[in-house]
C-alpha cells in the first residue's frame, strides 16, 4: 500500500501549524538553553552573553559524575523493578473478565490523578517512624520498636516505583488485551506450562510496548526533583534536583542549563542503547 | 480400552449451560467432525477434551485413563486454532519445533523433525522464513505441522479452515483428509460447515443447543437424519408436516396418502412430518395422479448451470427440487405441476 505524497507548497501549507508550534515551543527554548550553557555566569548576579566552557568543565567533577552515575542507576533499577512488577500484573488483569477490570483501571487512573508532592509525602509519612506502617508491624508483633525507614534510597526507589507504575499499566495494556488469547493457549496445548508460555510466548510478543514501557518510566524517573528532596538523603540527591538547585537556589543558570544538556545526552544514548539492543534481536521481515 | 470416552461431559458458565450431559464414545484412529450452528457448544466441547475449560460434570477418557485432571500441557494433544495462534516472534520452523523444545530436544532432533513435518505437509525449504511472509494456506499448513510435532495422542482442530477462501478450503478439506488417513490419528474437527462435515468426517456429531442430536456416517447423517433440525442442518430438506395415517407407513399430508417405508413403527393419529431431499423430489408437469403424488405451483426456476433449482409451493410450503439438466422437467415458472415423493426418500420424522 501506498500513500500519495503532496506535492507543492500549497498542500504542505497545513505542516506549517505543528512545525511552528514545534519550532516555537520546543526548538527555541532548547536553543536559549543550549546557548546560555555556554554563558558566563558573574558572580553574585546573573550571566553574560560569552562562549566558554567552564559549565562544562564544572561538571566533570567527582561530585557531579557521582549524581549523574546514581541518577541514571535509580532510574534504571526503578523503571526495571516498576516493568517487572506492572507487566504481569497487567497480565493477569487483562485475563479477567472485563467488570473485574474496570474498578481496577479507575483506582490506578485515580493515582494518576495524584501529585508528585503528595505522593512523596504520603510514603514520607507512611515510612516515618511516629506514624508510619512500622508502627503496625510493632502492633502486630513483627517488630520490636518503631523505625524510621525514611529518608533513604530504599525509601526513595518505593516512591519512584509507585509513581512509575500505573503509566506502566497504562502503556501495557492495550497491547495486552488486544493480544491473541489463542496465542497462550497454543503454548500451552504444546506443552509449556502457563509459567514458560508467559516467557516464551506473551513476553517475547509483547516487547515492543515492554520496552516502550521501561523508556517510559526510566526518562520519567530520570526527571523527578521533588521525590529525591523528599524521600532520599543528600547522597541521594538525582541529577534532578541538582539542577533545580543551581537554578533556582544558587541562581547558576548556565551550569543548571549545562548539567540539563549533559543529563539530556545521557538519556538519549540509553534509550538508543535500548532501543538497539531491541532491535538487534529482531528478526529481518 | 482404546479411543476416546466423553462421560457424560456438562459445561456451565454461570447461568448459561454451555454443555449437556454429552456423551460420546470414539474409536481410535477416526476422523470426528462435530458440527453444529455458531454457540451450539462444539467448541466448548472441543476445549474441554483439550483441557483448555475444565468441565462443570463429568470425564473424559483417552484410551481408559481419566485426563480430566489433568492441565492442557500435560495433556499432550495437538490442537489447531481458529486464528492458528502462530507465534509472530518465531520463524516457521521455530514455531513447529515449539512443542519440542519444551520438550527438550536437542537440536538435531529438532532440525530432523522440522524438516520431516514440512515436507509432510508440502512445505519444504520454508524453516527460516517469518510467519508474516506466508499466505493463508501456508499458515494453515505450517499450524498443522505445529500441532503434529508433539507426536499427539489427539489431534484436535477448532474450525481451521474458516479463514480461507472458498477455493483453498475445499483443497485443504481433502488434504487435511488424505493426511489423516496417512497418519492413522484420532482427529476432531469443529465445524459449521456441513459441506466440511461430510467431506472428511468418518463420524458426525450434530450438535444445537448445547446438546448432541445425532452421531453417524456422514451417509447415514444425510440419509436417515433423526429430526427437523438434523434435515435442515445437513444439506438442504423439505419438510412436510401430517398425520400418520395407518400402521402401513402412510402419513395423510393435506388430505393426501403419502406412502413411506420409515414409517411403519408410527402411532396412527400422532402427528409427523416427512423430510426429503431436493434431489430426491420428482417433478412432472401437469396434473397427474398416482401414489405420492402432490399438486404444486412453480414459483421460481434457477438454473444454475450444474444443476437446476425449482421452488414450488405446495398448498402453502415451500417445496424444492433439484435436478441434472439433463432431466430437468419442461417446466417454468407459474406452471401447475405434480410432485411425486419416492416412498424410499421419505425419511419419517417423529415430531
Partial sequence: MTTERPHGLMAHLPMLWPAGMLVLFFVVPFGIMLAVSFFH??????????????????????????????????????????????????????????????PILVFILAVLSLSEVIIGFSWSTLLSRNA??????????????????????????????????????????????????ELPEASRMLGASPFRTFFTIVVPVLKTSLMGAVI???????????????????????????????????????????MAIFLMLFSLAFIGLTLVLGASREAPR | MSGLRIDHVGKSFGMFEALKDIDLDFPDGKFICLLGPS????????????????????????????????????????????????????????????????????????????????????????????????????????????????????????????????KLRETMQVELKLLQKRLGISTIVVTHDQREALTMADIVVVMNHAEVQQVGSPLDIYRNPVNAFVADFIGSSNLLTGVVGGEDGVIIVDGLPVQTEAGRALVRGTKASISIRPEEVLVHPGTETGPNHLPAKVTFVRDLGASVEIMLECSGREILAVSSPRTRPAVDTGDAVTIELPPAACVVLAS
Avoid at chain 1, 525507614?149 to 526507589?157: C, E, I, N, R, V
Avoid at chain 1, 521533588?226 to 548556565?254: C, E, K, M, Y
Fill in chain 1, 41 to 102: 555566569q558573574v558572580q553574585g548576579a546573573f550571566f553574560e552573553p560569552a562562549f566558554e566552557l567552564d559549565n562544562y568543565g564544572r561538571f566533570v567533577s567527582a561530585f557531579f559524575g557521582r549524581a549523574l552515575l546514581f541518577s541514571l542507576w535509580i532510574s534504571i533499577l526503578s523503571a526495571a523493578i516498576v516493568v517487572a512488577v506492572a507487566f504481569p500484573f497487567t497480565y493477569f488483569l487483562t485475563r479477567l473478565r472485563r467488570r473485574a477490570q474496570v
Fill in chain 1, 132 to 181: 508510619g506502617l512500622s508502627n503496625v508491624m510493632v502492633w502486630l508483633g513483627m517488630l520490636p520498636r518503631p523505625v524510621a525507614w525514611t529518608p533513604s534510597f530504599g525509601a526513595l526507589l518505593m516512591g519512584m516505583c509507585y509513581l512509575g507504575f500505573p503509566y506502566t499499566v497504562l502503556i501495557v495494556y492495550p497491547a495486552m488485551s488486544r493480544l491473541d488469547p
Fill in chain 1, 216 to 258: 517510559m518510566v526510566f526518562v520519567f524517573n530520570l526527571g523527578a526533583f521533588l521525590l529525591p528532596q523528599v524521600l532520599g538523603r543528600p547522597p541521594h540527591w538525582t541529577l534532578s534536583v541538582h539542577i533545580t538547585d543551581q537554578a533556582v537556589f544558587q541562581s547558576n543558570i548556565p551550569f543548571a542549563a549545562a
Fill in chain 2, 39 to 166: 454457540g451450539c457448544g462444539k467448541t466448548t466441547l472441543l476445549r474441554v477434551i483439550a483441557g483448555l475449560e475444565t468441565p462443570t460434570r463429568g470425564r473424559i477418557l483417552l484410551d481408559g485413563t481419566d485426563i480430566s485432571g489433568l492441565p492442557a500441557h500435560r495433556r499432550n494433544l495437538g490442537m489447531v486454532f481458529q486464528s492458528l495462534a502462530l507465534f509472530p516472534h518465531l520463524t516457521v520452523g521455530e514455531n513447529i519445533a515449539y512443542g519440542l523444545r519444551i520438550r527438550g530436544a536437542d537440536q538435531a532432533t529438532r532440525r530432523r523433525k522440522t524438516e520431516e513435518l514440512l515436507d509432510l505437509v508440502r512445505l519444504p525449504g520454508t524453516a527460516d522464513r517469518q510467519i508474516s511472509q506466508l499466505s493463508g494456506g501456508q499458515r494453515q499448513r505450517v499450524a498443522i505441522a505445529r500441532a503434529l510435532a508433539i507426536d499427539p495422542k489427539l489431534f484436535l482442530l477448532d474450525e481451521p479452515l474458516s479463514a480461507l477462501d472458498a
